[in-house]
């Protein structure tokens, strides 16, 4: 406990209000507000100040807070008051003393009370009374006047224990023990203990007997039981099963039953990742290569091992098998129970009766009456159990059998195998292997896929890609992204053959878009560089020739293929782009010199129509050349009036390549798709075979006209742009019966675009006015109060001012903390030096000392 506060006289209080009023009194000490004017009325608080009073304040009370938490900062520990009435200070020091000790004396009672016993509380030990027993009337003697030393009598230890548990008596009274023992002399330690021995052994005997007794009821009763089964069981005649109506249960007890045998929700397996994907179909493609090389070399090892099973010396080989699933399935159908019949096997092996299992089945199965009956009439006899064991040796040797039999037919299976071992090795030689190494060059590629159907070469490009899959092995990507490329070369090279292999380019194309989503830009790349060299092939035939061939088959397919590959419908693309402005510049400088060359613009024409179909660009070389086909199926081109543009010519040696030899050919042909192949080679001996082909090309012609109807039936210009294919087709062509429908079809939906059009005029806007400066009035009355705003608006204000006013009131006490810390960092910094200056100035000074008493010391030895 801390020092009390010295009481406060008179002589303090004196000296205090002396001091205030010196300070007072000082003129030095006291700042006068003044006011620009007085207003009457207005009484002012703060007249007067004495600004050393208020920050002397201050700083005390600084050094109280705020200097204490910063003394205390970044210690871990701290010393907190907890006294009672320490920071209470309404309470005097006597208070303050006085519910101290009253709260320490609780503690201290209430420690002691526990022990503190009352006279109406009695304590007792195995029922008797401690006070009785601490009466000490049954003295005993020391050990000497004793004559059994060292041994407790049933007296003594009644008297200090209360008893011996149950063996050793109690204490009641002297003159009722004597009575009762009449005078025999009490047991000895070993008698008690051998007393209680033949007491165990005894209660022992006892429950085995009882065990015995129990267990042999048991048995009697079941084979009472079993005795009169047979006259509970009750046979219906079949009759009254026939005749009597099946009692359906509700609808409730269904619905309850049928939740009850409803499956649950089974937990789906682990989604697997596309490397676990990836290394499962490798693992599955090289266990299916091994097993074709094992049939390839004739050899049947692997199998006999597979079925050979381990057998142990102790196996009994009685087909006892603890994984089997012996389970019974349960079912509720039609308002019945429907559970699978055992086996008579089961049965006898569980040791049931033949009445329980004809009862059994009954229960299962009402409806069969027959089986119920044979279950009865077999399980009738009282020797059944008897002769289970002969039936268990009969079925015994019949499984013998059976294996024996069994044994035979597959010695003549192998025999038969082995005559057809080599037709069997030739087909494994003949089947396709299951894994591949990816080709290192272009000509490994073509080596892989030589001699294959188209269908074998897909397979062997996929299984390629499976046993390569960059999952598997670090230099897998790299050869997958070189086999790429090498596939487009293959591709365009199959193109270039006579015949072109079209079918297998379709069946390679699948695996050639896995590949381009797995390495997309590598597949850009290949796809720009063919793009690049056709380019710049064709810009330098340009420059040599004037003109430039039109692109071969395999350029064609690249096409198709980029289209196939790669987004149409975007903006920009780095390969789809360059491959559109190829098909214009194509369809723009290559000029139509025969068949063959207007069959490869129509099919470039078809290209740019798939570019454009979601996108819907505007392809203006599109367009010309279509309505320049048109114009070469028109004999009399001076009365056209139309302009014709490039690639096409008005007149000359192929102007007339669609005109028709003989008008009566068109009643013999039919319409038909123009071939591929026409764009490498074309041979037409006859002029019939010519005017069809012809006709095939205008079809093709018109067909693609409609399409670009559709697409561009939106555009402001769309009667416009059409307007020349408007004009030949309705006065200068006159087609057949079979493209009559489809000019009529192009005709009707270039009329029946709307044409609207509007001049083009200015946007009307309205005029932004000019910002005016116009001073804002506000109606200021009774002197700076503000009229006309509401009782919350004032409010409001009054709690920004409030806000304001308090604001800038913490910011100056956050600064005055603030010079109050740097002043107290400052002392301590002065301080600390202060010390450190005295401390060195104490050494050197008894340095110097030292060395004084050292040079005195050496000139007395001098001397």
Request: net charge negative; with cysteine; proline share 3%.
């Amino acid at each position: 406990m801390g020092k009390a506060p010295k009481k406060k006289n008179l002589a303090d209080k004196v000296r205090k209000a002396k001091a205030a009023s010196e300070i007072k009194n000082n003129p030095f000490e006291v700042k006068i507000n003044r006011k620009k004017f007085d207003v009457l009325g207005r009484k002012s608080k703060h007249d007067v100040g004495l600004p050393g009073v208020s920050r002397s304040k201050a700083i005390s009370k600084r050094k109280e807070t705020l200097l204490k938490e910063y003394k205390q900062k970044n210690k871990s520990n701290k010393f907190i008051d907890r006294r009672l009435g320490e920071y209470d200070a309404k309470m005097t020091p006597e208070d303050k003393i006085l519910q101290r000790f009253a709260i320490e004396r609780q503690h201290s009672h209430g420690k002691r009370d526990v022990y503190n016993l009352n006279e109406e509380e009695e304590l007792t030990h195995y029922g008797q009374s401690l006070a009785e027993i601490e009466k000490f009337n049954d003295t005993v003697g020391s050990d000497d006047e004793s004559e059994e030393k060292g041994l407790l009598s049933a007296e003594l230890t009644a008297s200090h224990f209360g008893g011996g548990g149950g063996l050793l008596r109690k204490k009641t009274s002297g003159g009722e023990q004597e009575d009762e023992q009449g005078g025999q002399k009490a047991k000895s330690r070993q008698e008690l203990i051998e007393e209680l021995i033949q007491k165990s052994k005894q209660e022992k005997r006892e429950r085995q007997v009882q065990k015995e007794e129990a267990q042999e009821l048991t048995e009697k009763l079941d084979q009472d039981w079993k005795s009169i089964q047979a006259l509970m069981v009750k046979k219906t005649p079949k009759a009254e099963h026939v005749d009597k109506p099946e009692e359906k249960p509700e609808e409730y007890d269904m619905m309850v039953r049928e939740l009850g045998f409803e499956m649950k929700a089974q937990p789906s397996e682990k989604m697997k990742t596309p490397e676990e994907l990836a290394k499962e179909e490798k693992e599955k493609l090289q266990k299916l290569e091994a097993d074709r090389l094992r049939r390839m070399m004739g050899d049947e090892d692997g199998a006999s091992v597979q079925s050979q099973v381990h057998m142990s010396a102790d196996d009994l080989n009685d087909g006892f098998v603890l994984d089997k699933n012996d389970k019974k399935t349960l079912a509720y159908q039609d308002g019945k129970w429907n559970i699978e019949e055992e086996t008579e096997d089961d049965k006898e092996e569980e040791g049931k009766t033949g009445e329980e299992e004809g009862s059994e089945a009954e229960d299962e199965n009402e409806e069969d009456d027959d089986d119920v009956e044979e279950e009865e009439e077999e399980g009738s006899g009282e020797d059944e159990d008897g002769h289970s064991d002969l039936e268990s040796e009969q079925e015994s040797e019949n499984e013998e059998n059976d294996e024996e039999e069994e044994a035979s037919s597959s010695r003549q299976q192998q025999t038969l195998s082995r005559e057809e071992l080599k037709a069997q090795q030739e087909a494994a030689k003949a089947e396709l292997p299951y894994t591949f190494t990816a080709p290192e060059s272009y000509e490994d590629l073509k080596d892989l896929l030589h001699g294959h159907t188209p269908d074998n070469q897909r397979l062997i490009m996929a299984r390629t890609q499976k046993c390569n899959h960059p999952s598997l092995a670090a230099g897998n990507k790299l050869k997958l992204q070189k086999l790429v490329g090498f596939l487009m070369e293959y591709m365009g090279e199959l193109a270039t053959r006579s015949p072109p292999e079209l079918c297998t380019i379709d069946k390679l194309i699948p695996e050639l878009y896995a590949l381009c989503q797995m390495f997309p830009e590598a597949a850009g790349k290949s796809m720009q560089s063919i793009l690049g060299d056709a380019a710049h092939s064709m810009e330098e035939a340009v420059e040599v020739k004037g003109h430039a061939a039109f692109p071969t088959l395999d350029m064609l397919v690249y096409l198709k293929v980029t289209a196939l590959l790669f987004p149409t419908s975007d903006f920009r693309h780095p390969v789809t782009t360059p491959a559109l402005l190829f098909i214009s510049q194509t369809l723009t400088k290559c000029p139509v010199r025969s068949l063959q060359d207007l069959t490869s613009g129509l099919v470039l024409c078809c290209l740019g129509v798939e570019y454009i179909s979601f996108s819907k660009r505007f392809l203006p070389e599109l367009i010309n050349f279509l309505s320049g086909t048109l114009h070469l199926a028109v004999q009399d081109k001076a009365s056209t009036g139309c302009m014709v543009v490039p690639p096409f010519r008005l007149s000359g040696k192929y102007s007339d390549l669609l005109v028709l030899s003989n008008s009566e050919s068109c009643s013999s042909w039919s319409k038909k798709n123009l071939p591929l192949s026409a764009t490498q080679q074309l041979e037409l001996k006859s002029d019939l075979n010519k005017d069809h082909y012809r006709l095939n090309c205008l079809s093709t012609c018109l067909d693609l006209v409609k399409r670009c109807c559709l697409l561009y039936k939106d555009l402001t210009s769309f009667t416009h742009i059409f307007q020349p294919i408007r004009t030949l087709l309705s006065k200068h062509l006159l087609f057949v019966v079979l493209l009559q429908e489809l000019h009529s079809e192009i005709l009707d939906a270039i009329s029946s675009a709307s044409v609207t059009h509007t001049r083009l005029v200015f946007e009307k806007k309205k005029p932004i006015p000019l910002k005016l400066f116009t001073p804002k009035i506000v109606e200021v009355l009774d002197y700076g109060k503000k009229r006309g705003s509401t009782r919350e608006e004032r409010e409001k204000e009054r709690l920004k001012h409030k806000y304001k006013k308090e604001f800038k009131g913490a910011l100056r006490e956050i600064r005055k903390d603030s010079r109050f810390l740097a002043r107290e960092k400052l002392n301590e910094v002065m301080n600390r030096d202060a010390e450190r200056k005295r401390k060195v100035k104490e050494l050197l000074g008894s340095l110097a000392t030292q060395e004084g008493e050292w040079k005195a010391l050496k000139r007395k030895k001098r001397t």
